[in-house]
């Protein structure tokens, strides 16, 4: 599917998406997965707060300024490549009876502080069992 995620720091729900793209199966698990080299995937509470929190930690770890090594994109653009090994562009959930097995304030997120790429894909895949 292809998100929208604009120019600056994002957390952005998918759960919804998610939930529709299980419904139709049994057990299982969904597994979400982000192709890009500047995005990440989290399992967080929204709302409340959390996704704010997640990007302001985000920023205090990695600055958004000029000390990568990674120089291309726009300022402190490095940060944004280094990002993924922090929040991993992948997350799987169990799926049983084609309901997202997530708890009461879990929501599955991506992750984008990258303001270059606005538009990202992501992919959802099921595996049955």
Do not use: K
């Amino acid at each position: 599917m292809s998100v929208h995620t604009g120019d600056s720091p994002a957390v952005h729900d998918l759960t919804e998406d998610c939930r529709h793209f299980v419904a139709a199966e049994d057990d299982g698990l969904l597994h979400v997965f982000v192709p890009h080299a500047t995005a990440g995937l989290a399992v967080l509470e929204t709302g409340a707060g959390s996704d704010e929190d997640l990007l302001a930690q985000l920023d205090e770890l990695l600055p958004p300024d000029r000390r990568w090594r990674h120089r291309h994109g726009s300022s402190g653009h490095g940060r944004d490549h280094v990002m993924p090994a922090i929040v991993p562009p992948y997350a799987t959930v169990p799926v049983l009876g084609g309901r997202l097995a997530l708890g009461t304030w879990q929501s599955i997120c991506l992750v984008d502080l990258n303001g270059d790429n606005p538009d990202r894909e992501v992919r959802l895949t099921f595996l049955p069992g």
